[in-house]
């Protein structure tokens, strides 16, 4: 069974650009989860979407931070304008909400470089 | 507000030994998670926890809660190099079922 996919791996730009990262979720996995990783620090939630649903976005900036996830599956996370306190690894996650466990598989990240 | 922290934060041990990382975690969580990750690698899930007294164990590691004390541990048994990575334990809790990451432990394992 394919895991989460997630790309790029690596962005490197500017500041005051655009960048845009893609998740696809593991098939059947109704929650989608997009996570901000900075070094040396665990994994912060920027937003939860169940199917279409973004059902926790309170620490999403979202003066420069927008999420899209059509159709219930796929996942967009756009940052527009870029800042240099951006660059961190953006980890994508999904699980079965109404599983036991309720557990979250995590995307391999991407690691994104502002200059 | 839950919030999860982690002792120790750095942890440099020898092959053989056995040592132990605590997460300790502010307010009810119903369940505990525990992940591990290599250097430029993402999480990979290790152990859930639902229950107190939950124990679970697999190969030299083992995990276990005890809600009453809001405390999860992960126990090390004779470890090995192949163990080296960071840990996060994983608690859940809010408005929103949010799952809340300690800052993670890293774990060097010396021959």
């Known amino acids: 069974e394919a895991g989460v996919v997630q790309s790029p791996r690596y962005k490197i730009i500017e500041k005051k650009q655009p960048v845009a990262f893609w998740c696809n979720p593991i098939?059947?996995?109704?929650?989608l989860y997009w996570y901000l990783q900075n070094l040396g620090q665990g994994p912060e939630l920027l937003i939860r979407y169940e199917n279409e649903e973004a059902v926790d976005d309170s620490q999403l900036p979202k003066d420069r931070f927008s999420a899209e996830r059509l159709k219930g599956v796929d996942s967009t996370l756009k940052i527009q304008p870029a800042e240099l306190g951006d660059s961190a690894v953006y980890l994508c996650a999904s699980s079965f909400r109404g599983g036991r466990y309720n557990e979250q598989f995590f995307g391999p990240g991407t690691r994104l470089t502002v200059l | 507000e839950l919030k999860v922290e982690q002792n120790p934060l750095f942890l440099s041990m020898q092959e053989e030994k056995n040592y132990t990382i605590y997460c300790n975690y502010s307010?009810?969580?119903?369940?505990l998670y525990w992940y591990r990750q290599d250097p430029g690698k993402s999480l990979e899930s290790l152990f859930v926890?639902?229950?107190?007294?939950a124990v679970k164990q697999e190969g030299r590691l083992m995990a276990s809660l005890d809600t009453k004390a809001r405390l999860s541990t992960l126990h090390i048994t004779a470890a090995v190099h192949d163990l080296s990575a960071t840990y996060f334990c994983a608690a859940v809790g809010g408005t929103y079922d949010k799952v809340i990451f300690g800052p993670g432990t890293s774990l060097s394992v010396i021959p």
């Open positions: 307010t009810t969580s119903d369940r």
């Open positions: 098939s059947g996995h109704n929650t």
């Open positions: 926890l639902l229950s107190n007294g």
